[in-house]
């Protein structure tokens, strides 16, 4: 049982900007920065609110921009975060997606490392949707694997649909994954 931190934009004339949309403006900027480091910071923020409030707690999902990786820090600042709020680190959740990955750079290994020995959980977001290599749940901290919308939707009709997420699942089973 989780949540997922989710951003929606509230224009005063153009009404409700959904993340597709304004996202990928925002990442040919260093805008999708302090957006991306707002949500971490806000759902730490939000989980020490229902913890004062007598809430139990339960880990809560935030999407990581693949850019934010290449910059050197982000593990300390995640660091920071969980101490500042005096969150255990398994309660925040990193979204990665397979672009990430693909970049095959060091300074993302080591920052999934750095995260992971703390105790964050790594979620690989939309599996199934880009290249899916398998290489990526052996080599990296990967502690979840979300399988993408698009195989769950057609799944009662979709043989082949089920055919795919059977498969995710036993693999999941096998490493361990959520």
């Known amino acids: 049982i989780g949540l997922e931190a989710l951003i929606r934009w509230q224009h005063p004339e153009w009404g409700r900007i959904p993340p597709n949309d304004f996202i990928p403006l925002a990442e040919e900027s260093a805008l999708h920065i302090a957006i991306g480091d707002w949500v971490v910071e806000t759902a730490c923020q939000a989980m020490l609110d229902w913890s004062s409030a007598g809430a139990d707690l339960v880990p809560v999902s935030v999407n990581v921009s693949p850019k934010r990786f290449l910059i050197p820090g982000f593990e300390h600042q995640i660091e920071q975060i969980l101490a ?3 969150l255990p680190a398994e309660l925040l959740e990193l979204e990665i997606t397979e672009a990430a990955l693909i970049m095959d750079d060091p ?3 080591r920052t999934l490392e750095h995260v992971s020995r703390l105790g964050v959980r790594i979620a690989l977001d939309d599996f199934g949707k880009g290249y899916s290599s398998m290489v990526y749940l052996q080599r990296y901290p990967i502690d979840v694997v979300k399988i993408d919308r698009q195989f769950a939707v ?16 036993y693999m999941a089973k096998e490493f361990n994954l959520a």
């Open 107 to 109: 300074n993302i290994s």
């Open 154 to 169: 057609h799944i009662a009709e979709d043989k082949k649909a089920q055919a795919i997420v059977k498969s995710i699942l």
């Open 84 to 86: 500042a709020y005096h």
